[in-house]
């Protein structure tokens, strides 16, 4: 479905679109599918893709194909975090990257609905079991004290200055510059996006530049425990965007409504048997190009938080807007 779907009614050329098209069913894929909070990276050395994903201490699995089949590797960090917090032996939402010849993951240390959390980092040349060294703390932290909760960190490099986007409801999302080798916060954090409506439900973000456009994405609603108790409809996770020519802020949705004042464009949401898609980030792919990547519920499956799985598709941007 084209994504220009606003926050109130279609424009009638996209309602058209969507009534004949629907969203995209998730590409395929074999082995060890069953994640939650999705990252994608491959290795240098040989191509093969890595995918990090939240929980037992940052779970990964390979690939010679973003396709699979995905052969489960084990813990990132088998002892957890150096972060003194609760969580520390749990860890959440990993961020990949490759700096300085080094391949990153970002993860986060908290407790389900607590502000008591911290962004850390991993490091390691290979990406291979065993070779991960934790650097605790990148200085991205929170408290009741403060207006965000640090989880969900994701890097960008923008024309050599590195950014960290965070955040999860409280006010939502953020951006804090990062030191020249992307380990530490260097200048204070502002916001970047936030919804004003019900429980400010907004996180996950992933920025991503096509064009002359930086992409903010990012999930709203209510992400887990469909098991126990399904939110009304519509009210479950799906996968948003805004954009802006700056990396650091003035994003907008397809309608102009600005990210800090409960813009979105929805990309992906429910449908068929596809159910809360979000934990979503985005990969150059050398042979599918731009692809949009997530978890998801099939409800042929189960609606348990381990029944998530990992989805992808190809993301078409001819209309200046992400389309799947």
């Not at 240098?44 to 940052?58: A, C, K, P, V």
């Not at 936030?194 to 456009?213: D, P, R």
């Not at 903010?216 to 996770?237: K, V």
Request: proline residues 4%; negative net charge; hydrophobic residues 30%.
């Amino acid at each position: 479905m084209p994504a220009i779907i606003s926050r109130g009614f279609l424009k009638p050329v996209a309602l058209f679109a969507a009534l004949v098209r629907g969203y995209a069913n998730p590409g395929s894929c074999s082995g060890a599918c069953n994640v939650h909070d999705p990252t994608l990276i491959q290795r240098s050395s040989d191509n093969l893709y890595f995918r990090f994903s939240t929980g037992n201490e940052i779970s990964y699995a390979s690939s010679s194909s973003i396709k699979g089949p995905w052969t489960a590797i084990g813990s990132m960090l088998p002892d957890g975090s150096s972060i003194d917090l609760p969580g520390n032996t749990d860890l959440w939402a990993p961020d990949a990257h490759i700096v300085d010849d080094l391949y990153y993951v970002y993860y986060s240390v908290s407790a389900f609905g607590s502000q008591d959390s911290a962004i850390g980092l991993a490091t390691s040349e290979t990406m291979e079991s065993g070779s991960w060294t934790d650097h605790g703390s990148t200085g991205i932290v929170s408290s009741s004290s403060k207006s965000y909760n640090a989880i969900d960190g994701n890097l960008i490099d923008v024309d050599g200055t590195y950014y960290m986007n965070f955040g999860s409801f409280w006010h939502d999302i953020y951006q804090v510059p990062m030191n020249s080798a992307a380990t530490k916060t260097s200048s204070s954090s502002y916001n970047l996006a936030y919804n004003a409506t019900g429980t400010h439900s907004e996180e996950g973000s992933y920025m991503y530049k096509y064009g002359s456009y930086y992409y903010l994405f990012f999930s709203s609603g209510i992400c887990c425990g469909y098991d126990t108790s399904r939110p009304a409809t519509g009210e479950e996770y799906k996968i948003k965007v805004c954009r802006s020519t700056s990396a650091t802020g003035a994003f907008v949705d397809a309608d102009g409504t600005a990210c800090t004042n409960s813009g979105g464009t929805t990309v992906l949401a429910s449908h068929s048997t596809v159910y809360g898609p979000g934990g979503q980030g985005v990969y150059d792919d050398p042979s599918l190009g731009p692809v949009l990547y997530y978890h998801y519920v099939d409800t042929t499956v189960g609606y348990a938080d381990g029944d998530k799985l990992f989805g992808w598709n190809a993301i078409d941007f001819s209309s200046g807007w992400p389309v799947v």
